[in-house]
């Protein structure tokens, strides 16, 4: 994972299809332990369109927004990505959004 890479300058929003709600937020809360770094879970909306087949597997979850300050140093961007690894081998990869 290379910290930050979207639309906007100082954000990631990364997503994993499967991943709990309770690991969701157990990587934002790690995040959230870095200096200069915030994170946010964005909810997939509770409407669901009864033509689609429900997943039981899907996450609940849309989004993991990270938000990086402009005084984050190299340190943290390297603990960034170590958490962000940690979890991708420990259950699936990160799809950058």
Request: proline share 8%; aromatic share 10%.
């Amino acid at each position: 994972m290379q910290p930050p890479t979207t639309n906007q300058p100082n954000q990631q929003q990364l997503a994993c299809p499967q991943l709990p709600l309770a690991v969701y937020r157990e990587v934002a809360a790690h995040l959230r332990q870095v200096t200069g770094v915030d994170a946010k879970l964005i909810m997939r909306p509770l409407e669901h369109d009864p033509v689609e087949n429900f997943d039981y597997y899907q996450s609940q979850v849309s989004l993991l927004q990270i938000i990086y300050t402009d005084t984050i140093n190299e340190l943290a961007k390297e603990q960034v990505t170590a958490i962000l690894d940690y979890y991708a081998q420990r259950y699936s990869p990160w799809e950058v959004k």
